[in-house]
């Protein structure tokens, strides 16, 4: 494009000529420096990035550090009434303190021992006589209840259903599961020892012992989902009944009686036709705490200040948190996710500030503002957007969202690495997507994707990454996004696979799409409701 037809462009657009003098500035955005930061960012001393452990805190010094050797100025007040560069706010969750079951002079610890499905709370250590039920069934063919009141006391059962030679079911009379057995058994076990008046429920794992030592694992991963971080302390559902899943060896001992004496119990059950009468018994305690726990996290701003139009200001955001260490000690570098974002971030902010110190800085302010907690369920965005935005959001005239750009995702491999999927550009402001396209076109001349754009994509992107908590209150956004690649959220996320002059593209398109906001005569219009 000329520059004359880039003029009549522009005036068509009702866009600002933007001066050519912002290239110098997109210049010094650079591969070889996103590297460098990138490899900081994401080195193994990092520990992952986790929200609310000291890799988070270590990256977050090292973003303010970097947003004061640019001379970016910090604007969060603290209690004492300095300014600082880090916005820091408290997250809850409830998990576990003690929780045991002893029995037969023998403490039993959660996920050493046991598994639960769902919640119960019992602060005070407390006692049952323990009975073993057969396989815990009531049916008028099969009924393990029949003549006994069990009501408050420990049950005791095997996991499964009595089934034949041949394997069949002997209450379905097929090859399927009635619904006492197969994976959802204990649902139905459960839900009639409640009725019955159950106290606590012990199912006994029909797994081999390195098999439940698996089974353990994976669902401690699973039981993360109990414990999941919040910007308010939370009730929970909680009963005083828990559903134990145990070893045999565990489920003897609560019994009071040998591990050989329960398996030939067990063989007996599933190759009768009726219950087997059992008088084994025993006792246990049982202390289940559910507590309040607290943890700090922070958000990580730098604040260029603007000229005749300072009042109003542009966001230009990432987040910095990634998902930690993994249980078996892997150290999850999270260099794309979202290293790529924040370390673009960084690149922006001094090439802005390089601008501003040659007299050429932007009209309107921009606020640097990387966030921690979005892969908690973007917290640290929601507490800024939501319950202490530092800029008021009446001022705030967009967000360019960066989060996960230094790879070429699986619909692009052997295709392209000149591209960016661009969401939501069009879904508040007709203009800011003209803009968008205009520096594209003008300058880095990238393939624009709008494949998660559309309403209709079951990933949902629109809604999963920090912009959204603008988006919500009605202030324009871009979220710049080059998709999911075979690394996401594992250990081999690392700054050896990053794509850095991927990376410098991307940065490069943000700055200049910034450039034009900040610069423009007029803040951007909402003029589109698409959300």
């Keep these: 494009m000329t520059y004359k037809s880039f003029l009549l462009a522009t005036s068509l657009l009702g866009l600002p000529l933007l001066s050519f003098a912002q290239e110098k500035f997109a210049t010094t955005i650079t591969s070889a420096d996103l590297e460098k930061q990138l490899r900081i960012l994401a080195a193994d001393d990092m520990e992952g990035r986790e929200t609310g452990t000291r890799g988070q805190r270590k990256a977050a010094e090292y973003i303010a550090s970097q947003f004061a050797a640019y001379g970016l100025k910090p604007i969060v007040k603290t209690a004492d009434g300095k300014l600082d560069y880090q916005q820091h706010f408290t997250l809850y969750k409830k998990t576990w303190g003690d929780f045991y079951v002893s029995a037969g002079g023998k403490r039993f610890e959660y996920l050493k021992d046991f598994v639960t499905n769902g919640l119960l709370n019992l602060p005070t250590e407390t006692n049952y006589e323990t009975v073993f039920v057969g396989y815990g069934i009531s049916e008028a063919s099969y009924d393990d209840y029949a003549g006994r009141d069990v009501t408050g006391k420990a049950l005791v059962m095997a996991e499964g259903e009595p089934k034949t030679a041949d394997g069949k079911s002997k209450l379905s009379g097929t090859s399927e599961a009635s619904k006492w057995g197969g994976p959802n058994g204990w649902r139905a076990k459960s839900l009639l020892a409640k009725q019955k008046g159950a106290g606590q429920i012990f199912i006994i794992s029909a797994e081999s012992a390195e098999a439940f030592k698996t089974l353990l694992s994976q ?59 059992s008088s084994l018994t025993g006792s246990l ?216 002059k991927l990376a410098e593209r991307s940065a490069r398109l943000v700055f200049y799409t910034a450039w034009d906001i900040a610069n423009r005569d007029q803040r951007l219009v909402v003029d589109s409701h698409k959300q």
């Design 219 to 277: 669902r401690g991963a699973m039981q993360q989902r109990f414990n999941r971080l919040s910007l308010k302390p939370g009730a929970e559902n909680v009963g005083s009944m828990g559903i134990f899943l145990v070893t045999a060896e565990t489920g003897a001992t609560l019994l009071n009686t040998s591990t050989d004496a329960l398996n030939q119990l067990t063989t007996s059950l599933a190759q009768a036709e009726k219950p087997v009468s």
């Design 285 to 500: 305690s049982v202390k289940a705490e559910r507590v309040d726990e607290k943890t700090e996290s922070s958000n990580v701003l730098g604040f260029l200040e603007g000229t005749d139009k300072k009042d109003e200001v542009l966001i230009v955001s990432s987040h910095y948190d990634h998902i930690g260490i993994s249980p078996d000690g892997q150290i999850n570098n999270g260099a794309n996710d979202d290293g790529s974002g924040t370390v673009s971030v960084i690149e922006i902010a001094q090439a802005f500030a390089q601008a501003k110190a040659a007299g050429k800085g932007p009209r309107r302010s921009v606020l640097f503002l990387t966030v921690s907690g979005e892969e908690k369920g973007l917290l640290g965005s929601e507490y800024y957007a939501d319950m202490s935005p530092v800029i008021p959001l009446d001022k705030t005239v967009g967000d360019l969202n960066i989060d996960m750009v230094g790879r070429v995702d699986d619909l692009h491999q052997g295709k392209s690495d000149n591209y960016i999927y661009v969401i939501g550009s069009d879904k508040l402001s007709s203009e800011l997507h003209k803009i968008s396209e205009a520096a594209n076109q003008t300058y880095t001349k990238m393939e624009l994707d709008y494949k998660y754009n559309d309403p209709k994509d079951p990933e949902r992107i629109y809604y999963r990454s920090d912009h959204y908590n603008f988006a919500k209150h009605n202030i324009p956004i871009i979220f710049y996004f080059n998709g999911l690649h075979a690394d996401y959220h594992k250990p081999t996320d690392d700054a050896e696979k990053i794509d850095f």
